[in-house]
């Protein structure tokens, strides 16, 4: 072996090329007893010490999908009654009823729950304030009902 300019060891019958020395660098040779490294080490969990994380984690909230739905349908019926009172308002009161009726069948989804008496009270109230055309309360909640018989005798 001789030791070359660059400090490296080389082997007999090697020839340092300007080529190759130029182009890439000369060949370095690794000492194969540096290489000889454990992969593997064994612990004690007396001699292990973990530290808790310091960042704070985010709560996960569980969302009722079916609850999430039924709030954005109230928003879409809420903009569609107050759409349809203004075109009830020029038009009899027997054509409000059959538009009101088709409507609700449209939403079925809010039949047996708190958001039915919600939209039914604001029906009420919407039309008792801005068209010609009043209904009663009870009148608006048989529009409903009516609605579950006739998809009830459809199944």
């Known amino acids: 072996k001789k030791l070359t300019p660059s400090g490296t060891e080389t082997k007999s019958g090697q020839n ?33 010490h973990v530290a808790p994380s310091h ?19 109230v928003a879409s019926i809420q903009s569609e009654i107050n759409s349809l009172i203004e075109v009830v308002s020029h038009r009899s009161k027997e054509e ?37 055309h009043h209904f009663e309360l009870s009148e608006i909640n048989s529009w409903w009902i009516e609605r579950e018989d006739t998809s009830s005798n459809n199944q």
């Open 55 to 73: 960042e704070d984690e985010e709560p996960i909230s569980a969302v009722d999908v079916a609850e999430e739905n039924l709030k954005n349908d």
């Open 16 to 48: 340092d090329s300007n080529e190759s020395n130029h182009l890439m660098g000369s060949v370095r040779y690794e000492n194969r007893a540096a290489q000889n490294i454990p992969r593997e080490e064994i612990a004690n969990a007396e001699d292990l």
């Open 96 to 132: 409000g009823i059959s538009l009101f009726k088709t409507l609700l069948s449209n939403y079925p989804q809010f039949i047996g729950t708190t958001y039915q008496q919600l939209l039914s009270q604001m029906l009420h109230d919407a039309s008792n304030k801005a068209g010609p």
